[in-house]
Structure formats: structure tokens, C-alpha cells
């Protein structure tokens, strides 16, 4: 049906005079907005023209606000102003690229030992003295840190707050605000020293808080706070935060870039938005940065089974609550928010599935008790899951689930559920909700590494909490890199993020069938293996971007460095990849390296591309290095990959009366892109509220002037549509058009 709009409508721009293709410019389209309405961009200038251009935002572009300026990770400003003074300032030739302000959001045991750290800090650095991280700079940039905290008070060293423009980067407390936490757990992670150990708990912790109250920020803020912290010239840079934009060329992945080639090891969560592809998102799909999936520590993990079910919802146990057991026999009842009055007089021995919100989750659990429950399951009031805590002396089981598995759990209920308990002994398996790639547009594979992330205990204002996500397994690596540079402090961050990669251990889905290298980068992290190897392969993942369908034949090259940090000579040798139609390598034959040397190679891919299905292709070459072997990633595409065409849809009232205003974010542009609106009963076509064709890669934004639309008020079904190439993805909303 769709597509039968679509049809209609471009004849309608063929036949009509009028009508005329969309021109955009080279950076992503501003809202068309009245002349007093104000917008907010990020731009980056040529360093070479900076000079003359600072000049001119005194002088012709004075009528824009430069809000912050960054002099260290790139030339810039972030600006303020109508939307015809700031598409003069973008046509200036010293702007070298721009992008929106847009919004990041904080992502949210025996993980320290288990990836090497406690092994890893029985080594000596140059000076004699355990690797402990001492002596070695690690900024934090997040939502602040509670620097009073028992575990982390002797290690915090300073620190900025870019939203509060002072020296006091304090965690939000509740009467500031929605107080946070997760910058102390970050923290805790990676440097810890008290009651709990983290990875270098002598390093020094540089805390800037770029996210207020909630957890939320801006791309502004974070840039500044990156340009602070390559002022103060930290070793490591950990961004434990993201959004759901997976595009590889967003100015704070620049500036992550810049930071990192300034010598800065810097450390991203690739995003908790899995198991799907596709959905690493930035600042997690930096070129340079180390960008950090989730793994599980050895632990015991529950799910819940309806009967006659297929799906496994997991259950993140609460901090203070009985632990869960494996049960054949389980009787979910539901009770609403958790009130007394919520549950039944008849629920002795049953577990209810409560929704979060109104009341505490101790007094939750309580009421459960009090009712006669065995346990009590909350899922969330907002998409995604989350962790809590319970008083321990209540004494009953407590878990958390995601507002998706708990709506889930409501549709399936017609009275009592009866479901089972499983376990299962977790221990280096790809977390489900780790953010898989690869990268759009660039077709790199992300995340480059992975880490635990799973029920990882730390810091937390008051106390210590049990969290899940690539923001805990980010900062196990960012703990690692800090004891690598104190081993090696000559080494650069290449260096660094090569050891890793390099000495990663890769996981497997089951006894022989590796996880893909989108879902695990070069593998699960091993500190000590990192610190002591001594072969550094470079770049740790190969790209080879992507081929044409019609092209016949294509080679392509690469260039490994492979070097040699023993003290005596290496023989590296490739093993050739299975033979596959449409694919021929062109490999090295056995080399060596001296010791202390370094050796650069080429290594050339020979596709045919008419052979092959259209998509993401990928794989594992074989090395051997000094008698060991290594798996070392690559990935190619063929024609436009299977990426979703949409990214993103926000609809709101504009600035003005009578406007509304919607983006999308098109991750590869679009051929046609649209908004078709629907009655929702009847579910017949009403009207087209927007179209375009020819749409530019990036964040696509615009402003609608209501009174020439022709379309009633109400509420309508909204199916948001992209097509490019030969697919088109759409994006079923309900939207309230309220003029």
C-alpha cells in the first residue's frame, strides 16, 4: 500500500510545474524556522583558517552567540542563533563540518579478577612498583562523581563541571534535580580503593560532569568536556555514555578522535540497544576509540518461562533481596504498582509482577512479604531495563526486567501465569543487550572490544549497587589501558588500543561457532595477556569497505604493522581463510620480525562482486605470532547493506504557532523519505504530512507551517517511511496534529 502512495506521488512530481527536487547543502539541513527562532550547531573550522574566522564572529557573523569555543581536540565553536545567521556562518569556506546539538544519555563482582587485572597488578613497571595504575590519569566524562565516597575520596584528583561552569563536578543530588548515580559506578569500576577493588585502584580520577540531573546532556557539553580534559592532559578519557545514532561522523566522535591522536587512550560504551545489528551508537562508533561491548563474568544467570512459551525473560536480581533459585513450578500473579491494596488476599507462596514507579521498591517488596510472596518482579516504567536495590531485612526474592518484557508478561495474562525459574552458568557470553555493528557508512566493525558488564557491584553515592550495561564493561577496559601505560609508558594509543585487540580472547556461541566480529570486535579483554604480549598487530580489525554489485573484479589493500616488543626475533605466518565463491586473499608469506623492530604488510582482498550476496560480509584471518595464535577481524560489504534506512523519529509542536516540526535520522540519506498519516480505526490513507526525495545522509530536520497543509486535527497512525537503494524501512507512530 505504501508503495502505491509513493507512486502517486511521483507522478505528482513530474506533472506538476511547480514541484521542484530538494537542494540541500553540504551540512545537515536546519529547521525552517522563522527568523526569530533560535537554533544550536556545532562547527568545525580549518586550523589553518581559524585565526581569520575567530575574527569574524566579532565582526560578520556577530549577530550569532558562540556559547563555547574548543581549541584543543579541533578548531570550533558551538553557536546560537536565527537560521539565516547561522546558514551564513556554515557558508563561510573555513567551516570544515557541523552537526546539531543533540542529546546523550548516561547508558547504564568478580569481573576485576576475571579479566586479568588482580594477575596484571603482580607486574612491575620500570620503576619497580605494582601496576596499580599509579601515576596515570584517567578522566571521566559523565554525570560527575560523589568524591566523597569512602572507596574513591583518596584517588580523586579534581575535575570540571561543564554545566554548572565551575570546579565541582559532584553527582546531582535529589534536591537539584533527578539525582544520579552513574558516574560514581563508572568510577568505582575503574578505580576504586576501599571495600572494593577496582581495575587500577591507585590511579588518579579526573571527574567531568557533562550530564545533569537524570543523566541526560547535551553533545555540547560533552565536547567541551573532552577539550577540557585534553587541556589537562589526561593518559585515559572514559565516555560511558551514547545515543542511538549509529553514524561514524558526528563532531563528538571528531573530537574523540582529535583526543585520541593528541595521545589520550579514549574509552566508549558501544550502547546497551542489542541484540539487533546495526545498533552501536555514538560516540561508541569513533574511528579511534576503543569502543567496549558487554560480556558475562562467571556468574549464575535466571531467566523466567511461561509455560508454552518459547521466550526467556532475564532477571536481574535487586541488591539486598534473596537470591533467586532455579523452580520447576512458579504462579505469577499481577499487582499492579506494588501498594498493599494491590495484592490479592490469596497470593501466599506466588510471585507478582509489579510496575516501577509510585512507591519504592523496598516498600514494594514489603507489601509483597506481607502478602505471603515468595518473590516480586518489577519491570520498568520507560524503555530499557534498570537496576534497584532492596532493604536486606525484608527477606524476599526481587528482580528488575525491562518495560518490554513486563508488557509482555501483562499481554500473556488472563488470571495467574504459570511459569518456571531457569539457570544458567554464565561466563563469557555476549551479553544480550550489548550494541552490536557494524557502522554505518564507514562499514567498520564495532565495538572493538568487550568486557564484563553484567551485574557489576560498585560505587554508588551512600553505598554500592549491582549494574548492567557497556557502561560498566567501558570502564574495565579504560582500568586496563591505565595499567598498560604504566607498564609501557612510551606506548602511544595505538599502542594500547593494539594490545588490547590483540591479545583479546575471542568468544564462542557455542563449542566451535565464534560470535560474529560486529557482535565482539577481536574479543573479551585479557589485561595481563595485553601487558605481556609481544607481538602489537595494527590496526586490530580490517575494513575494506564496500563493492559494487556490478562491478566484475576489484582488489583491495590493506597495510598490517606488525611489531615486535621482545627481546628476541618472531616468525608471523597467515593461515588462508576457507575458500569461499567470489573471494580470493592475497596473503603474506612467513616473515620475521627483529626483536624491538617493526614490519609493515600488505594485505589484498580480490572480490568479485557479481558472485557474492548483496550485504555485510565477515570473518576471521588466522595469525600466528611468536608460536601463537591470533584471530584477527575483517568485514567488506557488497552494494547498500541491510542498515535500517531510519534511525531515529521525534515529532513535536515548532517554536511558532501553527508549526510542527519532526527529525529523522537517515543513516545512508534516502531516495524518498516521508510521513504518511492514517485514520486509526479504520486505517485508510488520509494525507501525506510530509515528503522528500534525494534526502542527505545524517540528521534530517524540518519545520511544517500547518495552515498550508490542508489536514484536519486529531489523531492519526503515522507510518515514517526511507527508502534507499532497494529497501525501505517505515516506522509505524501515532501522532496528535493538534491544529
Known amino acids: 500500500m505504501l508503495k502505491q502512495f509513493l507512486l502517486i506521488i511521483c507522478s505528482l512530481v513530474i506533472l506538476t510545474p511547480t514541484s521542484k527536487a530538494a537542494a540541500f547543502p553540504k551540512h545537515p539541513p536546519l529547521p525552517a524556522e522563522k527568523a526569530s527562532d533560535r537554533i544550536q550547531m556545532v562547527i568545525v573550522i580549518k586550523e589553518d583558517l581559524w585565526p581569520s574566522?575567530?575574527?569574524?564572529?566579532?565582526?560578520?557573523?556577530?549577530?550569532?552567540?558562540?556559547?563555547?569555543?574548543?581549541?584543543?581536540?579541533?578548531?570550533?565553536?558551538?553557536?546560537?542563533?536565527?537560521?539565516?545567521?547561522?546558514?551564513?556562518?556554515l557558508a563561510d569556506p573555513a567551516v570544515m563540518q557541523s552537526g546539531p546539538v543533540t542529546v546523550y544519555q548516561a547508558e547504564m563482582g568478580e569481573s576485576v579478577p576475571f579479566i586479568g587485572a588482580e594477575e596484571a597488578r603482580r607486574y612491575y613497571d620500570r620503576h619497580?612498583?605494582?601496576?596499580?595504575?599509579?601515576?596515570?590519569?584517567?578522566?571521566?566524562?559523565?554525570?560527575?562523581?560523589?568524591?566523597?565516597?569512602?572507596?574513591?575520596?583518596?584517588?580523586?584528583?579534581?575535575?570540571?563541571?561543564?554545566?554548572?561552569?565551575?570546579?565541582?563536578?559532584?553527582?546531582?543530588?535529589?534536591?537539584?534535580?533527578?539525582?544520579?548515580?552513574?558516574?560514581?559506578?563508572?568510577?568505582?569500576?575503574?578505580?576504586?580503593?576501599?571495600?572494593?577493588?577496582?581495575?587500577?585502584?591507585?590511579?588518579?580520577?579526573?571527574?567531568?560532569?557533562?550530564?545533569?540531573?537524570?543523566?541526560?546532556?547535551?553533545?555540547?557539553?560533552?565536547?567541551?568536556?573532552?577539550?577540557?580534559?585534553?587541556?589537562?592532559?589526561?593518559?585515559?578519557?572514559?565516555?560511558?555514555?551514547?545515543?542511538?545514532?549509529?553514524?561514524?561522523?558526528?563532531?563528538?566522535?571528531?573530537a574523540l578522535d582529535k583526543a585520541f591522536e593528541k595521545g589520550i587512550v579514549t574509552v566508549t560504551a558501544s550502547g546497551n540497544s542489542g541484540p539487533g545489528t546495526w545498533t552501536v551508537g555514538s560516540p561508541g562508533t569513533s574511528k579511534n576509540s576503543i569502543s567496549v561491548g558487554a560480556s558475562?563474568?562467571?556468574?549464575?544467570?535466571?531467566?523466567?518461562?511461561?509455560?508454552?512459551?518459547?521466550?526467556?525473560?532475564?532477571?536481574?536480581?535487586?541488591?539486598?533481596?534473596?537470591?533467586w533459585t532455579a523452580a520447576q513450578h512458579a504462579e505469577l500473579i499481577p499487582a499492579g504498582k506494588g501498594k498493599a491494596a494491590d495484592f490479592p488476599k490469596n497470593a501466599s507462596g506466588k510471585i507478582a509482577v509489579v510496575e516501577r514507579g509510585s512507591i519504592p521498591f523496598s516498600k514494594k517488596a514489603a507489601n509483597a512479604k506481607k502478602a505471603g510472596l515468595i518473590g516480586i518482579i518489577v519491570f520498568n516504567n520507560e524503555k530499557g531495563k534498570f537496576s534497584g536495590s532492596i532493604e536486606k531485612d525484608i527477606g524476599i526474592k526481587a528482580a528488575a526486567i525491562s518495560r518490554e518484557d513486563g508488557q509482555w508478561l501483562k499481554n500473556q495474562a488472563k488470571g495467574p501465569l504459570q511459569a518456571r525459574i531457569l539457570a544458567k552458568e554464565g561466563k563469557d557470553q555476549l551479553a544480550e543487550f550489548s550494541s552490536r555493528g557494524p557502522v554505518t557508512h564507514s562499514w567498520q566493525i564495532k565495538p572493538d572490544v568487550v568486557a564484563p558488564g553484567v551485574e557489576i557491584n560498585s560505587t554508588v553515592p551512600e553505598g554500592y549497587l549491582p549494574l548492567d550495561g557497556t557502561s560498566m564493561a567501558a570502564p574495565h577496559a579504560a582500568g586496563?589501558?591505565?595499567?598498560?601505560?604504566?607498564?609501557?609508558?612510551?606506548?602511544?594509543?595505538?599502542?594500547?588500543?593494539?594490545?588490547?585487540?590483540?591479545?583479546?580472547?575471542?568468544?564462542?556461541?557455542?563449542?566451535?561457532?565464534?560470535?560474529?566480529?560486529?557482535?565482539?570486535?577481536?574479543?573479551?579483554?585479557?589485561?595481563?595477556?595485553?601487558?605481556?604480549?609481544?607481538?602489537?598487530?595494527?590496526?586490530?580489525?580490517?575494513?575494506?569497505?564496500?563493492?559494487?554489485?556490478?562491478?566484475?573484479?576489484?582488489?583491495?589493500?590493506?597495510?598490517?604493522?606488525?611489531?615486535?616488543?621482545?627481546?628476541?626475533?618472531?616468525?608471523?605466518?597467515?593461515?588462508?581463510?576457507?575458500?569461499?565463491?567470489?573471494?580470493?586473499?592475497?596473503?603474506?608469506?612467513?616473515?620475521?620480525?627483529e626483536a624491538g623492530g617493526k614490519k609493515a604488510v600488505p594485505v589484498e582482498?580480490?572480490?568479485?562482486?557479481?558472485?557474492?550476496?548483496?550485504?555485510?560480509?565477515?570473518?576471521?584471518?588466522?595469525?600466528?605470532?611468536?608460536?601463537?595464535?591470533?584471530?584477527?577481524?575483517?568485514?567488506?560489504?557488497?552494494?547498500?547493506?541491510?542498515?535500517?534506512?531510519?534511525?531515529?523519529?521525534?515529532?513535536?509542536?515548532?517554536?511558532?504557532?501553527?508549526?510542527?516540526?519532526?527529525?529523522?535520522?537517515?543513516?545512508?540519506?534516502?531516495?524518498?523519505?516521508?510521513?504518511?498519516?492514517?485514520?486509526?480505526?479504520?486505517?485508510?490513507?488520509?494525507?501525506?504530512?510530509?515528503?522528500?526525495?534525494?534526502?542527505?545522509?545524517?540528521?534530517?530536520?524540518?519545520?511544517?507551517?500547518?495552515?498550508?497543509?490542508?489536514?484536519?486535527?486529531?489523531?492519526?497512525?503515522?507510518?515514517?517511511?526511507?527508502?534507499?537503494?532497494?529497501?525501505?524501512?517505515?516506522?509505524?507512530?501515532?501522532?496528535?496534529?493538534?491544529?
Open 128 to 254: 619497580h612498583r605494582r601496576l596499580t595504575g599509579k601515576g596515570i590519569k584517567i578522566g571521566i566524562i559523565d554525570t560527575g562523581l560523589d568524591y566523597e565516597h569512602p572507596d574513591l575520596k583518596q584517588n580523586y584528583k579534581g575535575g570540571f563541571d561543564v554545566i554548572e561552569n565551575d570546579a565541582d563536578p559532584m553527582e546531582t543530588k535529589g534536591a537539584e534535580g533527578i539525582a544520579t548515580l552513574h558516574g560514581t559506578h563508572v568510577a568505582g569500576i575503574i578505580g576504586a580503593n576501599g571495600k572494593l577493588k577496582g581495575v587500577a585502584p591507585e590511579a588518579s580520577l579526573i571527574a567531568y560532569r557533562a550530564l545533569g540531573p537524570g543523566g541526560s546532556g547535551t553533545s555540547e557539553q560533552v565536547i567541551a568536556a573532552i577539550d577540557k580534559a585534553v587541556e589537562d592532559k589526561v593518559d585515559v578519557l572514559n565516555l560511558s555514555l551514547g545515543n542511538s545514532i549509529n553514524g561514524p561522523d558526528w563532531p563528538t566522535s571528531l
Open 53 to 89: 574566522f575567530s575574527k569574524k564572529l566579532k565582526t560578520k557573523f556577530s549577530a550569532v552567540t558562540v556559547k563555547r569555543t574548543y581549541r584543543n581536540v579541533f578548531k570550533g565553536v558551538s553557536i546560537e542563533g536565527r537560521r539565516k545567521d547561522i546558514q551564513q556562518v
Open 296 to 323: 558475562t563474568p562467571p556468574m549464575t544467570i535466571h531467566f523466567l518461562q511461561v509455560k508454552g512459551e518459547q521466550k526467556k525473560i532475564q532477571l536481574s536480581g535487586m541488591e539486598g533481596s534473596l537470591k
Open 480 to 593: 586496563a589501558a591505565a595499567l598498560i601505560k604504566q607498564a609501557h609508558p612510551d606506548w602511544t594509543p595505538e599502542q594500547i588500543k593494539s594490545a588490547l585487540m590483540t591479545a583479546a580472547i575471542p568468544l564462542y556461541k557455542g563449542k566451535r561457532r565464534l560470535y560474529d566480529p560486529i557482535e565482539q570486535g577481536a574479543g573479551r579483554i585479557d589485561i595481563a595477556a595485553a601487558i605481556k604480549t609481544e607481538t602489537l598487530i595494527t590496526p586490530g580489525s580490517l575494513t575494506f569497505s564496500s563493492y559494487s554489485k556490478s562491478m566484475t573484479r576489484t582488489r583491495r589493500k590493506a597495510v598490517l604493522t606488525f611489531e615486535n616488543s621482545s627481546s628476541k626475533q618472531q616468525k608471523i605466518s597467515f593461515s588462508y581463510p576457507k575458500k569461499e565463491s567470489g573471494l580470493t586473499w592475497k596473503l603474506p608469506h612467513s616473515f620475521s620480525v
Open 605 to 739: 582482498l580480490e572480490v568479485y562482486p557479481y558472485k557474492m550476496k548483496e550485504g555485510i560480509h565477515q570473518g576471521w584471518l588466522e595469525v600466528t605470532a611468536g608460536g601463537k595464535n591470533k584471530k584477527l577481524p575483517y568485514i567488506f560489504a557488497i552494494d547498500e547493506p541491510d542498515y535500517p534506512r531510519i534511525m531515529g523519529f521525534d515529532f513535536k509542536q515548532g517554536p511558532g504557532r501553527n508549526t510542527l516540526q519532526y527529525e529523522i535520522y537517515l543513516p545512508g540519506g534516502a531516495d524518498e523519505a516521508g510521513i504518511a498519516l492514517y485514520d486509526p480505526v479504520a486505517y485508510t490513507f488520509k494525507s501525506f504530512l510530509d515528503w522528500t526525495r534525494c534526502a542527505p545522509r545524517g540528521m534530517f530536520k524540518k519545520q511544517l507551517d500547518m495552515r498550508k497543509l490542508k489536514i484536519d486535527p486529531g489523531h492519526y497512525k503515522a507510518l515514517v517511511f526511507a527508502k534507499k537503494g532497494n529497501k525501505e524501512d517505515v516506522l509505524e507512530v501515532e501522532l496528535e496534529i493538534p491544529f
